[in-house]
T-cell receptor
Framework: GENVEQHPSTLSVQEGDSAVIKCTYS??????FPWYKQELGKGPQLIIDIRSNVGEKKDQRIAVTLNKTAKHFSLHITETQPEDSAVYFCAALSNDYKLSFGAGTTVTVRA | EAGVAQSPRYKIIEKRQSVAFWCNPI?????LYWYQQILGQGPKLLIQ????????DSQLPKDRFSAERLKGVDSTLKIQPAKLEDSAVYLC????????????FGQGTRLTVV
C-alpha cells in the first residue's frame, strides 16, 4: 500500500516568514495529493490539492508543488499569520482510491 | 451546507466495554469513510463505503470493530470489546463521489478507554 512520509514534525516560524512542509510517497500510481489543516478539537479541512498532471498550484498565500519523478510534494505558506498555527497533513490517493496521510506537521507562528 | 455530523463528541469507557459512534454525512455524498486518529499521528482509514456497500475494510480490526451504513446515509461504527489501544479520535468523512474529490471531515469522537 501507499506510504506517506512527512517532514518536519514541528515547525516554528516568525510571523511574516514562510513555512515549508515536505512529503514523499511510495506508490508511483498515486495521482491526487491533498493537504489538510487541522485545528485543535476539529476535523481536518482541505486547504489545497494537486493532481498528478500539474506541477504547481497556488491559492493566495498557499502553494503546492509536485515532483512525480522524485515522488515528493511540498506545501509552501508565505507571509505566515498567527491563524496559520495548526497541524498540517499531506495525503496521497493511490489508484485503488485509498487516501493515506502523513504523520502531520505542527506549525506554530510566533507573533 | 451542513457539514458532517458526528456524535458523541467524547466518550470514556472501561476496557472490555462496547461503544458505538454515529455519523451523518453531507446530504448527497455517496462515499463515507471512518478514520482512526491516534494522538500525534495522521488519520488511518478503517473502512470506506460507497452508498451502502463496503469498498474497503482491509484495515478494520474485524474481531472487535464493525461498521454499517444502512440505506446509504447514516453510519455507525462499533467497538466490542474495547482495548486500551483503541483510545483515539474517530473521524467520519464523506465525499460526493468515490475517488479524487474533496473529503469533508466531521469534528470526530474522542474515545478514551481506561
Amino acid at each position: 500500500g501507499e506510504n506517506v512520509e512527512q517532514h518536519p514534525s514541528t515547525l516554528s516560524v516568525q510571523e511574516g516568514d514562510s513555512a515549508v512542509i515536505k512529503c514523499t510517497y511510495s506508490d508511483s500510481a498515486s495521482n491526487y495529493f491533498p493537504w489538510y489543516k487541522q485545528e485543535l478539537g476539529k476535523g481536518p479541512q482541505l486547504i489545497i490539492d494537486i493532481r498528478s498532471n500539474v506541477g504547481e498550484k497556488k491559492d493566495q498565500r498557499i502553494a503546492v508543488t509536485l515532483n512525480k519523478t522524485a515522488k515528493h510534494f511540498s506545501l509552501h505558506i508565505t507571509e505566515t499569520q498567527p491563524e496559520d498555527s495548526a497541524v498540517y497533513f499531506c495525503a496521497a490517493l493511490s489508484n485503488d482510491y485509498k487516501l493515506s496521510f502523513g504523520a502531520g506537521t505542527t506549525v506554530t507562528v510566533r507573533a | 451546507e451542513a457539514g458532517v455530523a458526528q456524535s458523541p463528541r467524547y466518550k470514556i469507557i472501561e476496557k472490555r466495554q462496547s461503544v458505538a459512534f454515529w455519523c451523518n454525512p453531507i446530504s448527497g455524498h455517496a462515499t463515507l469513510y471512518w478514520y482512526q486518529q491516534i494522538l500525534g499521528q495522521g488519520p488511518k482509514l478503517l473502512i470506506q463505503f460507497q452508498n451502502n456497500g463496503v469498498v474497503d475494510d482491509s484495515q478494520l480490526p474485524k474481531d472487535r470493530f464493525s461498521a454499517e451504513r444502512l440505506k446509504g446515509v447514516d453510519s455507525t461504527l462499533k467497538i466490542q470489546p474495547a482495548k486500551l489501544e483503541d483510545s483515539a479520535v474517530y473521524l467520519c468523512a464523506s465525499s460526493l463521489v468515490w475517488g479524487d474529490t474533496e473529503a469533508f471531515f466531521g469534528q470526530g469522537t474522542r474515545l478514551t478507554v481506561v
